[in-house]
């Protein structure tokens, strides 16, 4: 499986953007799918999540900003993400999981918020 994330870029504080991930076969056959970042420096975390249950599920800073969404059809997932901040400046990863727990991983995208 291989996975295309995209969307990254230079954006002011407050303004939008969306990243996508597409992947290379169906995403409903996966388990679950996430959105991870991992800043200069720190620990890659998790941001954004679609559960093996269906549930969104989202890290407390990003609550009420983010969106994951996924369009079955396109078999993409994405990352709608708004009132952008400075300390989300970060690699931007999109991960799925198969239903035997294997992960496949994007290669990463770069949003820099920065006035």
């Known amino acids: 499986v291989q996975l295309q994330a995209s969307g990254g870029g230079l954006v002011q504080p407050g303004g939008s953007l969306r990243l996508s991930c597409a992947a290379s076969?169906?995403?409903?056959?996966?388990?679950?799918m996430n959105w991870y970042r991992q800043a200069p420096g720190k620990q890659r975390e998790l941001v954004a999540a679609?559960?093996?249950?269906?549930?969104?599920n989202y890290q407390d800073s990003v609550k009420g900003r983010f969106t994951i969404s996924r369009d079955n059809a396109k078999n993409t997932v994405y990352l709608q993400m708004n009132s952008l901040k400075p300390e989300d400046t970060a690699v931007y990863y999109c991960?799925?999981?198969?239903?035997?727990?294997?992960?496949?991983w994007g290669q990463g995208t770069l949003v820099t918020v920065s006035s």
């Open positions: 076969r169906s995403i409903s056959s996966f388990r679950s």
């Open positions: 679609f559960t093996s249950g269906g549930r969104m």
């Open positions: 991960k799925l999981t198969t239903w035997s727990f294997d992960d496949y």
